[in-house]
Nanobody
Framework: QVQLVESGGGLVQAGGSLRLSCAASGRTFSSYGMGWFRQEPGKEREVVAAINWSGASTYYTDAVKGRFTISRNNAKNTVYLQMNSLKPEDTAVYYC?????????????????WGQGTQVTVSS
């Protein structure tokens, strides 16, 4: 069982930055592929970024390439999402997710564990 707790969301002006953190419980964090997803009201949850167990492989959706960076610190059981040059269209609830896998996983249906979400609001 893995418990995930996100933090770092908030209100920021367009062009600003935020850093999301996701702290995981358990002693086998390095066995999990991790992902960040976001969801706007009335829309489906979409993948933002994903990272494999070691951090050597990553994935970004086109909308955030060059602006967001996913990383992880296995010693701290934490995955991060650094978000720069934020746009109003980045406004959403952001969730982190974990799947027991060595691979980069991009489908939400494949993830086993989810955090409670953190709100990110970007004002224009």
């Amino acid at each position: 069982q893995v418990q995930l707790v996100e933090s770092g969301g908030g209100l920021v002006q367009a062009g600003g930055s935020l850093r999301l953190s996701c702290a995981a419980s358990g002693r086998t964090f390095s066995s999990y592929g991790m992902g960040w997803f976001r969801q706007e009201p009335g829309k489906e949850r979409e993948v933002v970024a994903a990272i494999n167990w070691s951090g050597a492989s990553t994935y970004y959706t086109d909308a955030v390439k060059g602006r967001f960076t996913i990383s992880r610190n296995n010693a701290k059981n934490t995955v991060y999402l650094q978000m720069n040059s934020l746009k109003p269209e980045d406004t959403a609830v952001y969730y982190c997710a974990a799947k027991l896998s060595i691979l980069v996983v991009t489908r939400s249906s494949e993830y086993n564990y989810w955090g409670q979400g953190t709100q990110v609001t970007v004002s224009s």
